[in-house]
């Protein structure tokens, strides 16, 4: 089992800069492939960044150029730098891991979650 817990949200102006951390514990295996998924009510949880155990990262349309995914090895815990955030970036912002290889942004593919940390931008 792996638990995921998320901080670092809060309420932001437009332009400004947040950066979310995941603290993870249980088998928290340096294969995991971490991300960061976002849903505000009434949409789908959408995938916009994650970080592979080799590294590579994948990024949604929307925040590329602006969110920047990072892990630290030791612990496996991923963090998300946001930059320039936007009043459409509001949102409930999940942590969460898959035992894949790959850096990917299907939703399927993970077995954990956290339970969320809000971002309003205004």
């Known amino acids: 089992q792996v638990q995921l817990v998320e901080s670092g949200g809060g309420s932001v102006q437009a332009g400004d800069s947040l950066r979310l951390s995941c603290a993870a514990s249980g088998n928290t295996y340096s294969t995991y492939c971490m991300a960061w998924f976002r849903q505000v009510p009434g949409k789908e949880r959408e995938g916009i960044a994650t970080?592979?155990?080799?590294?590579?990262?994948s990024y949604t349309d929307s925040v590329k150029g602006r969110f920047t995914v990072s892990k630290d090895n030791a612990k496996n815990a991923p963090y998300l730098q946001m930059d320039n955030l936007r009043p459409e970036d509001t949102a409930m912002y999940y942590c969460a891991a898959a035992r894949i290889g790959f850096p990917s942004l299907a939703r399927y593919l993970y077995n954990y979650w956290g339970p969320g940390t809000q971002v309003t931008v205004s």
């Open positions: 970080i592979a155990s080799d590294g590579g990262t």
